[in-house]
C-alpha cells in the first residue's frame, strides 16, 4: 500500500489494490471529504436524492443518444454512445467501464434469465452469461434463420423461447422470430410474426411485455418523416398479444394510436397522435403503456380483456394538445416501493409517481436536478434503491455529461476519488512476418494516459502457443511518456497463437487486471511461397503474388491469390483487397480456392489481401501483403506476411491464455484507485 502526500488538495490518498481471488479490501478507509466532492454530492438537490456518477461517466459530453439503465444479476448498469459501466458500491462507490467486443454506439443491450444479450448496430449478436468474465466471456451467437445482414434485438422469455424484434435487409417493418437456444452460441430462429403484423405502417418494435400469461408486442414508430411533422403520422401504436406465440396466434386488442386523435389549423389537419411508443411497467396486475408524441404523451392501462380493457390513465398536467402546449415522451416506467413511477423526457422532464388513484410530482421538470438538465430518460430498480438518468437540456447554452440519481439515500456513499492514472494503453501492435528467416516480429507502445507514474518493477510476459518464451522487465513510465516494446522469435510454418501479458504476477497493485492480456493468432507460410489449397492446417490461410503489366501510366498487376479454411466449420467466406485509395470486397463459395485479381496502382504500393471467415466461434480472419513496384522497376517484393488478426474472440483457448479481439485498442488497464483515508 502506499500513500501519496498533497495529491490534488487531499490530505492523504491510499493506492487500492483491485478486490479478487486472494485480495480483499482493507476496511475504514472510506471516508468523504464534502469539501471536494460538493459537486458531486448534489447540494441542493431533492430530498434523499443523490448523484452517484461523475457527470458523463469520466467526463463524457452527452450525445444525441441517451443513457440507459438496466439491472444484471446484483448490479447496476448504464450505458450510452461512449461504453458499458458498472456500478459499484463496495468498498466505495464507483463506476468501471465493461470491456465490450464491438465498438460503442447504435447498440442496445437486454438482461434475460441470466444472460445479458448485446445487439449492434453491424447485425452482430453477442451475449455473457451472470457471472461471467466480461474480459474473455463474451460469446457471439451464430444466427441461422434470419436473412444474412440482419439486425436481431432479443426482447422477452416466454413459454422456453427467446423472443427477439428482426430487421431484415431490405424490409422498412419488424418481424418477429423464436429460438430454443437461449444461451447458445448456435441459435435456430423461426419466424412468427412477417411484417410488422402485415401492417407496413408498424415500422419498429418498442417492446414485448409479459402479462395476463400471455405475450405481447407493442410497435412504434408508425409515422414516416420527422417526430413533430403530423403530414407523415399514420394510424399510430397497435397493441398485440398472444397465448402461446405460434405463428397465426397473434390478436390486436387495441384501437390503433389508442383512438386519440387531434388537429391543426395551419395546414388544416385531424391526425392521430400516438405514433411513438415509450415505455411499459406492470403495476398491481395491470400493464401500463406510455407514449411519445410531439402533439403531448398519454399513459394507458391495460386489464387483459382485449379492444375494451383499456383506461386512459394520464398525468394531469400532460395528454394531447396542439403544437403551442409542447411534446410529451413518456421515456420510462417501473414500479418501486408500491408506485408506479414515470420518467418524462424533453421537455416536461417531471419525475412522477402514481398510487393506481392520481399522480404526484417528486422530481420536477423543466430542469430536474439541474438547471443544465432538460429530460430524464431511464429508470431502474435495484434492491431498495430507485435511479434515473438524465438529458441535457438540447437549447440551453451550459452542458453537463449525464447523470445518474440515486433515491433514497440519507447521505451519499463513500466515494472512491477515481485518478486518471497509470494507464497503459497500446497504440496497436505491429505485426510481421518475416521471411526467409521465419521470424514474427511484434512491436508495440505502451504509454501512460493516467495523472500517476507507474514506479513498481513488473514483467512483460509473452506465450507462443501457451508456452512461455520470453519475459522483458516492463517500462516505468511518468504520466504521458511513451515506451515501445519489441519482440521477435523464429517460428515454424502453420497456425501460431501469441500472447503478449503485463504484469501477470500483480507486483502493481491494480483496479483491474481484466485486460492486461492481448492476444491474436497468426499463420506463418511456409518458405517456398504459396501453400497448395487444402494445407492450410485448423485455420484458414491465405498467399498472393504478383505479375506486374505496364499500362501507359498506370501499371496494372495480376494477383494470384490462393487460399484455404483448412478444418475450420465455415458459413460464410470473403476477400478484401485493399490498396491506397481502394478496398473491394469478394464473396468466395468454397472453402479452399484460388482466383486472379487486377489491381492498378500508379506508383506502386501495398497490396493488403484480408481473409475472413465466419464461422459458429466467430470471425477468423487470415492475411497477406503484396508490395507492388512502380512502372520501369519490374522486380517484384513478395511479403507473405501471414499474420491472424481475429476481429472477435476466438473460442480455441489455451491453459493461462486469455484471447481478446486483436482490434482493441483499449490496451493495459493499470489503474490505481484513490480513496480518502
Not at 431498495?384 to 440551453?396: G, N, R
Request: hydrophobic content about 35%; aromatic content about 10%; overall charge negative.
Amino acid at each position: 500500500m502506499k500513500t501519496l502526500p498533497n495529491l490534488s488538495g487531499i490530505e492523504r490518498a491510499i493506492f487500492l489494490p483491485k478486490a479478487g481471488p486472494g485480495r480483499s479490501w482493507p476496511t475504514g478507509l472510506c471516508l468523504l471529504m464534502a469539501a471536494l466532492l460538493t459537486a458531486s454530492v448534489g447540494l441542493g438537490l431533492p430530498a434523499d436524492w443523490v448523484q452517484m456518477n461523475d457527470d458523463g461517466f469520466f467526463g463524457q459530453q452527452p450525445t444525441g443518444t441517451p443513457t440507459e439503465l438496466f439491472v444484471f444479476g446484483p448490479d447496476l448498469y448504464a450505458y450510452d454512445d461512449y461504453g458499458l459501466y458498472r456500478m459499484i458500491l463496495d468498498p466505495c462507490l464507483h463506476w468501471e467501464k465493461i470491456y465490450v467486443p464491438v465498438g460503442p454506439g447504435s447498440w442496445s443491450f437486454r438482461p434475460l434469465d441470466g444472460f445479458l444479450y448485446l445487439s449492434s448496430g453491424a447485425g452482430e449478436l453477442w451475449m455473457i452469461a451472470q457471472g461471467g468474465d466480461y474480459a474473455a466471456d463474451w460469446k457471439q451467437v451464430s444466427c441461422s434463420g434470419p436473412a444474412a445482414g440482419s439486425r436481431i434485438y432479443p426482447q422477452a422469455t416466454f413459454g422456453g423461447q427467446l423472443y427477439a424484434s428482426v430487421y431484415q435487409p431490405g424490409k422498412d417493418t419488424f418481424d418477429i422470430w423464436r429460438s430454443p437456444d437461449l444461451g447458445k452460441t448456435a441459435a435456430v430462429w423461426t419466424q412468427v410474426v412477417s411484417s410488422g403484423f402485415g401492417d407496413p405502417q408498424n415500422r419498429g418494435l418498442a417492446f414485448m411485455p409479459l402479462f395476463n400469461g400471455k405475450i405481447m408486442a407493442v410497435t412504434t414508430e408508425t409515422r414516416t418523416g420527422v417526430f413533430g411533422d403530423p403530414s407523415g403520422f399514420k394510424q399510430g401504436i397497435e397493441v398485440w398479444e398472444s397465448a402461446t406465440g405460434d405463428p397465426g396466434s397473434w390478436y390486436q386488442v387495441n384501437q390503433d394510436g389508442f383512438g386519440t386523435e387531434t388537429s391543426i389549423a395551419n395546414p388544416p389537419l385531424t391526425f392521430r397522435t400516438n405514433q411513438d411508443a415509450g415505455s411499459f411497467a406492470v403495476y398491481n396486475g395491470l400493464l401500463y403503456i406510455g407514449t411519445m408524441s410531439h402533439y403531448g404523451a398519454q399513459v394507458w392501462r391495460y386489464d387483459g380483456s382485449g379492444l375494451s380493457g383499456w383506461t386512459e390513465v394520464t398525468p394531469p398536467w400532460a395528454g394531447v394538445c396542439d403544437l403551442g402546449c409542447g411534446p410529451g415522451r413518456d421515456n420510462s416506467l417501473a414500479v418501486f416501493q408500491n408506485y408506479l413511477y414515470l420518467a418524462e423526457g424533453f421537455p416536461t422532464a417531471n419525475l412522477a409517481r402514481y398510487d393506481g388513484v392520481s399522480w404526484t410530482v417528486e422530481v420536477s421538470g423543466p430542469n430536474p436536478f439541474d438547471p443544465t438538465n432538460g429530460g430524464l430518460s431511464s429508470l431502474a430498480v435495484l434492491g431498495s434503491k430507485l435511479y434515473v438518468s438524465t438529458l441535457h437540456a438540447p437549447y440551453s447554452g451550459q452542458v453537463r455529461g449525464d447523470q445518474v440519481y440515486g433515491y433514497p439515500y440519507s447521505q451519499k456513499p463513500a466515494v472512491c476519488l477515481r485518478r486518471e492514472a497509470p494507464d497503459l494503453l497500446y497504440d496497436p501492435p505491429l505485426i510481421r512476418w518475416l521471411v526467409p528467416e521465419q521470424i514474427v516480429q511484434v512491436t508495440w507502445w505502451i504509454r501512460n494516459e493516467g495523472q500517476l507514474s507507474v514506479e513498481e518493477d513488473y514483467l512483460i510476459s509473452y506465450y507462443l502457443d501457451g508456452e512461455l518464451v520470453h519475459q522483458e522487465p516492463g517500462p516505468h513510465l511518468a504520466p504521458g511518456e511513451s515506451a515501445e516494446v519489441s519482440f521477435s522469435r523464429e517460428v515454424q510454418a502453420g497456425d501460431h497463437q501469441m500472447t503478449m501479458m503485463v504484469d501477470e504476477e500483480g507486483r502493481v497493485e491494480e483496479s483491474s487486471t481484466d485486460n492486461n492480456r492481448y492476444s491474436f493468432r497468426f499463420q506463418a507460410a511456409a518458405r517456398d511461397g504459396l501453400p497448395p489449397a487444402g494445407e492450410g492446417g485448423q485455420g484458414p490461410s491465405i498467399a498472393a503474388e504478383a505479375v506486374p503489366v505496364c499500362l501507359s501510366r498506370e501499371e496494372s498487376h495480376e494477383i494470384t491469390a490462393r487460399w484455404s479454411t483448412g478444418a475450420l466449420q465455415v458459413d460464410a467466406l470473403s476477400l478484401v483487397l485493399e490498396s491506397p485509395g481502394s478496398r473491394r470486397i469478394l464473396d468466395l463459395g468454397a472453402g479452399e480456392g484460388e482466383t486472379v485479381l487486377e489491381v492498378s496502382l500508379f506508383q506502386g504500393g501495398t497490396v493488403n489481401l484480408i481473409l475472413q471467415a465466419q464461422t459458429p466461434e466467430g470471425v477468423r480472419t487470415a492475411s497477406t501483403s503484396v508490395e507492388l513496384a512502380p512502372c520501369g522497376g519490374m522486380e517484384m517484393m513478395q511479403t507473405p506476411d501471414l499474420q491472424i488478426v481475429p476481429l472477435r474472440p476466438i473460442v480455441q483457448q489455451m491453459p493461462g491464455v486469455e484471447i481478446l479481439p486483436a482490434n482493441d485498442v483499449q490496451g493495459y488497464d493499470l489503474r490505481p484507485i484513490f480513496i480518502e483515508g
